[in-house]
């Protein structure tokens, strides 16, 4: 939960770039498309962030959250769209990527297999990529389904993010100790950026700061925004 202080980027201060990733990201954000097969996906010539996790983490809800859209991203427990890798774009700059949901609880194995095998195949060929948010819910902590995809994520040498959702179901106490367990955990993973975020999507903490990271993360020039 916890923010290095001081400047991100030299002569900006964390504050100006919370609020220029405010302003970027209150800028139209359209569906782009969904592909079901790796030879759909849109050609790479946006900057690319995604976001995975286990089904029903809250990763719909963090997406409509960080763009201030309701229904921009489906529910899992909506047919249709849910399986597919879908594309989402910002401001015609970058694109927010949501991953199938890992641990289906309500396919079967063989579906569940092939919509993980379209999103590793994803994750591991994407010149565009710039980084992964690893979604966890922060009253589970990391579980073996999640250290499996930080396994495939070190592997493939994807740079990636534990966020921490519906963290208003804990108290403060309770999201810092969360935080600091997750760190510890993700210590010694090479790809693991060593922050973890906290949010809310519901009350909407956190969200600035993802936003800030996110423009970072892409390369956004938010001194011209
Ligand atoms: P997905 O399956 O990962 O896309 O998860 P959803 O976004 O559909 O959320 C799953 C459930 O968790 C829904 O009932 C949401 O209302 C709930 N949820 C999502 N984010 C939050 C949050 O920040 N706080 C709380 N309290 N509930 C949340």
Do not use: W
Request: aromatic share 6%; with cysteine.
């Amino acid at each position: 939960m916890t923010h290095d202080s001081g400047t991100y980027e030299s002569g900006t201060s964390e504050a100006e770039t919370i609020e220029a990733a405010r302003i970027l990201f209150a800028r139209p954000a359209v569906f782009l498309m969904g592909a079901a097969k790796i030879d759909q996906l849109p050609a790479p010539d946006l900057p690319e962030v995604a976001f995975a996790g286990r089904s029903n983490v809250g990763k719909s809800s963090l997406i409509n959250g960080l763009v201030n859209q309701k229904h921009l991203a489906r529910a899992s427990n909506e047919p249709g769209r849910t399986r597919e890798v879908n594309f989402f774009v910002l401001d015609e700059r970058l694109r927010l990527v949501d991953l199938p949901g890992y641990g289906f609880a309500k396919v079967s194995r063989e579906t569940a297999k092939k919509f993980q095998n379209l999103g590793r195949s994803y994750l591991r060929g994407r010149p565009n990529l710039k980084r992964v948010y690893l979604l966890i819910d922060s009253r589970h902590g990391l579980k073996a389904p999640d250290k499996e995809a930080m396994d495939a994520l070190d592997l493939a040498a994807v740079s990636y993010q534990i966020v921490l959702t519906k963290a208003d179901k804990l108290k403060p106490a309770e999201v810092e100790k969360v935080t600091a367990e997750t760190l510890e955990a993700i210590r010694k993973r090479p790809a693991a950026f060593p922050r973890v975020q906290a949010t809310s999507s519901e009350k909407g903490f956190g969200l600035p700061e993802l936003r800030a990271e996110i423009a970072q993360a892409c390369e956004i020039d938010l001194g011209g925004i």
